[in-house]
């Protein structure tokens, strides 16, 4: 029988024999789980630790869970540490790459505005989106396995971002370099850069390239930005990380 997985935002060292879950997670057990007292339920804490629970009482308040006990087996932290910097896309398109990011065992997800977004974001709606973000990432934690939660960060501008993350590796079709031939320094800790729909503007790729960023292309195909998160993170595992055998 599959045990269900959710997150749960609480410092390991306040946990006791009893645990009360409020809302909005208590809802999620009751109503989309459709758990009951008697049922197992695993979940994993921010600090990257994994439990399992047995479901004590079920109320339209909250839920309390009982003999709380470390997993023995988690999912191990994926051997690649990249942060995922993503041109900010319209609609779903940017939950579809969080998502994936996160599957894929992204340590962080850098939102930023670049000159080509379609998508134009009130400064005073920042928070919210990347509430949303985090929420898609969260969801995408529990599904995959994984134990260490993929942080969505604030919004930034390119140049913010750029200043942050002076090294590390963009996407373009009309690099010179394949995803095969990343420096070493780059094959396992590493900055991704992926452009909006409209892909990096011309002055954006003048400043990675004089910031000496490494340009790479995948392949002959020009790729929706969706995909392209996906794509090269999938390519990157295969050659450097977990994918590797």
């Not at 946990?15 to 007292?37: C, F, G, M, S």
Request: charged letters at 20%; a neutral charge.
């Amino acid at each position: 029988m599959r045990v269900s997985r959710i997150y749960l935002p609480i410092d390991h060292h306040s946990l006791t024999d009893h645990w009360v879950i409020e809302q909005p997670k208590a809802h999620y057990i009751r109503n989309v789980l459709r758990l009951k007292p008697g049922h197992t339920l695993q979940f994993f804490t921010a600090s990257g630790r994994q439990y399992n629970a047995l479901i004590d009482s079920v109320n339209k308040h909250d839920v309390v869970i009982k003999d709380i006990q470390p997993c023995q087996e988690t999912v191990p932290q994926s051997r690649l540490a990249i942060t995922l910097i993503q041109g900010i896309n319209a609609g779903d398109r940017m939950d579809y790459s969080v998502q994936k990011a996160a599957e894929l065992g992204c340590v962080t997800l850098q939102p930023v505005l670049t000159e080509f977004c379609s998508q134009r974001i009130a400064a005073h709606k920042y928070e919210k989106k990347q509430q949303h973000w985090q929420g898609v990432a969260i969801s995408a934690c529990e599904q995959s396995g994984r134990a260490d939660l993929m942080q969505v960060l604030p919004i930034k501008t390119f140049i913010e971002v750029l200043s942050e993350y002076p090294s590390g590796v963009y996407l373009e079709p009309t690099a010179r370099h394949s995803i095969h031939s990343l420096p070493t320094a780059l094959q396992h800790t590493c900055a991704v850069y992926i452009g909006p729909e409209g892909g990096f503007s011309p002055t954006e790729l003048d400043h990675m390239e004089e910031q000496g960023l490494f340009g790479v292309q995948l392949g002959q195909r020009v790729l929706r930005t969706e995909t392209m998160a996906p794509v090269v993170l999938s390519a990157m595992h295969s050659l450097y990380g977990d994918f590797k055998p």
